[in-house]
């Protein structure tokens, strides 16, 4: 099957129009760096009277909040119509918009999940010393709705996180060095291009190979890259010509991963759910069997309806195990084993093993 004209392209234009051409519902994941009104008032000099390379260009220009506010709106609600039901946006910026933004989001029904702070591991310094040195961005990460259930690969950002549980604050360094687009004549081609490692790890936190991802501001094309390096698909919408040449060309220039390398990891709750009677059904085990607890104290008899009976009592796998050792709760997959002896196997070996086959 060919692949849809929109995805893995940049759109040209203004983002609220140029959304208008996408279908509605079409997109698992939207990363938003939209301008953030800045608001600086004349250059911003070094200390040595050299001129800071600000970002004072005219796309982060605005006649005033109400003017910011109207923009925000009108792109917040383009997004909104081609996220898929449980999507997730994630929108990132400075002290200047963020607040502005998160309170729009909650006033058109989004749902805010968490919000992030990256920390600039080499922020650039407060040269003029009146101020703290701005040394984070906030990002906000929200569904459509209360209701929504999105990607959120826990198993693999602790995976990734050396076992740890990620934190909501992120210590990374601007973009420098190699990465930096370079114009011809050696000059930054975006003022706020953000590191490739932030994308990767909002993209790994919420999305799956193979997703649709989408940037409305897609600058020089960081969040296609890394979109591409992942096997994500992407989409991109961007007004600036200049931006455009220099993100085709580094798009172009990716090969993706192959598919083994990109699977993510997976908990527990991920896994297809095989209930006890599962087992009866392929007759992996029998009615009458005899099941044990690890050492052989407890016993009880499989029924043909995927019950346990011991002694008196009688119900599903965990209740059963929870009464026989008189405990509120009990895992019956862990708790009941076949066999007898040093040959006794946890239930939880037949179950994975079932598993593994009904996945083939």
């Not at 234009?13 to 939207?30: I, M």
């Not at 890259?225 to 931006?243: D, M, S, W």
Request: proline share 5%.
């Amino acid at each position: 099957m060919a692949e849809p004209s929109w995805l893995n392209t940049i759109h040209r234009g203004d983002c609220v129009s140029a959304l208008e051409r996408l279908p509605s519902k079409s997109v698992d994941l939207v990363f938003a760096d939209p301008p953030y009104n800045l608001q600086l008032g004349g250059d911003l000099l070094r200390p040595d009277d050299s001129k800071v390379d600000a970002c004072d260009d005219h796309w982060d220009q605005f006649a005033s909040f109400e003017a910011y506010d109207a923009f925000t709106r009108a792109w917040l609600l383009a997004v909104r119509r081609v996220m898929k039901p449980d999507a997730s946006l994630y929108v990132i910026g400075s002290y200047h918009n963020i607040f502005r933004v998160g309170a729009i989001l909650q006033d058109l029904g989004f749902w805010i999940m968490n919000d992030i702070i990256w920390l600039k591991s080499n922020p650039m310094p407060n040269f003029r010393g009146k101020r703290f040195t701005n040394a984070h961005e906030t990002i906000i990460w929200a569904t459509k709705s209360k209701d929504a259930k999105p990607t959120f690969n826990y198993d693999a950002l602790k995976t990734f996180n050396d076992d740890l549980q990620m934190r909501s604050d992120w210590q990374l360094p601007l973009c420098t060095g190699g990465e930096r687009l370079k114009d011809e004549a050696g000059q930054k081609v975006h003022p706020t291009q953000k590191p490739e490692a932030l994308l990767y790890r909002v993209l790994t936190a919420s999305s799956q190979p193979g997703d649709v991802v989408l940037d409305p501001f897609f600058g020089t094309g960081t969040t296609g890259a890394v979109a591409k390096k992942l096997g994500r698909n992407y989409v991109g919408v961007e007004r600036e010509e200049e931006y455009i040449r220099h993100a085709e060309a580094r798009l172009a220039a990716i090969t993706p991963g192959d598919a083994e390398s990109l699977e993510m990891q997976k908990g527990k709750r991920a896994e297809k759910r095989i209930p006890f009677g599962s087992l009866l059904e392929t007759g992996i085990l029998k009615p009458g069997t005899e099941l044990s607890c690890s050492k052989g104290q407890h016993l009880a008899v499989v029924r043909a309806d995927g019950s346990l009976k011991s002694g008196n009592h009688t119900g599903s796998i965990h209740k059963v195990g929870a009464l026989v050792q008189g405990q509120q709760s009990c895992n019956g997959w862990t708790f009941w084993h076949t066999g007898s002896g040093k040959s006794r196997t946890p239930i939880d070996e037949l179950r994975q093993d079932l598993r593994s086959r009904l996945q083939k």
